[in-house]
């Protein structure tokens, strides 16, 4: 992740001394890219589970993973059979059909969306799953997101920050978007916080083909957003999971002023060491107040 500074998270995860380490759990955890998370990961700083239905997917994770990392080749959604459309590229495959109408629209990912297979498989509901509660979910399932929450509120409930991918325009057939993504989680207590990013598209066509440069690009496609549960009460969060919230704010989703906030609050309750928590603004001072991050 941009801006994450080993010697910083390590003294901040010294000084609030957890219980235990931070627990993630990652729904669709093909490994296309770094995680958000893989920072923490790497430095023994989180506990990781994951969820791949595709097992050449789940074999890799499985031949790397790490002493804190437990894999499961299982599907999240809604419990029961269903069937996932297997695209020509890995990261497009889905629960969900492709939108006809996607590619004509932007004349993007007309072979990456090709289905080349369809697998009937079962689903396991989130709330339904042997495993500790989390306080992340990061959730990448190419449409299925909606599912999961609405079959997860108990595990919902008790984390404290989602990381989902989000949609502007369905890429899939009946893709919730954003704003029913937004309307789920919130009925379990959580706003949103931030985008990591939003990719935008340039809609090809023979006049466009001059164009070049992010002006050209004007179509959100989707990214990932990061949605906080008791947002505006987080500072009344008991010690342990505002100590979670402070690790993730600092060292998964780069919110350095959430961080901070959270770490005044414990060192308000003495939770944390006047000495330690003044050091960690100090660390931020030097890398976020110069603008290094």
Not at 22 to 41: E, H, K, S
Not at 214 to 227: E, I, T, W
Request: charge should be negative.
């Amino acid at each position: 992740m941009a801006g994450f500074d080993q010697s910083r998270v390590e003294h901040l995860l010294e000084a609030l001394r957890p219980e235990r380490r931070t627990r993630v759990v990652d729904i669709g955890a093909n490994p296309l890219d770094d995680p958000p998370y893989g920072a923490l990961l790497r430095i023994g700083g989180c506990e990781l589970w994951g969820f791949e239905p595709q097992k050449p997917a789940f074999d890799r994770l499985v031949a790397t993973a790490g002493e804190t990392e437990h894999y499961v080749n299982a599907a999240v959604g809604q419990g029961g059979k269903a069937t996932l459309s297997v695209c020509a590229t890995d990261g497009f495959t889905s629960l969900l059909e492709p939108n006809p109408e996607f590619t004509p629209f932007t004349r993007h990912f007309e072979r990456d969306l090709n289905v080349v297979e369809r697998i009937e498989i079962e689903t396991e509901r989130l709330d339904g799953i042997d495993m500790p509660q989390p306080d992340l979910i990061k959730i990448d399932i190419q449409g299925g997101e909606r599912d999961v929450f609405r079959h997860g509120k108990r595990v919902l409930g008790g984390a404290l920050t989602v990381i989902t991918e989000v949609a502007a325009v369905p890429v899939y057939r009946d893709q919730p978007l954003l704003d029913e993504q937004m309307a789920e989680l919130r009925k379990t207590g959580y706003h949103l916080h931030k985008f990591l990013f939003f990719k935008q598209l340039k809609l090809r066509s023979p006049l466009g083909r001059t164009m070049h440069g992010p002006a050209a690009r004007s179509q959100l496609l989707d990214g990932d957003a990061v949605f906080v549960r008791d947002l505006m009460g987080f500072r009344e969060m008991k010690s342990e999971a505002l100590k979670h919230l402070a690790i993730l704010a600092d060292a998964v989703f780069a919110s350095y002023d959430l961080a901070a906030a959270a770490v005044d609050a414990l060192a308000a309750r003495g939770e944390i060491a006047a000495v330690a928590a003044q050091r960690y603004g100090a660390l931020l001072a030097q890398q976020v107040g110069k603008g290094r991050i």
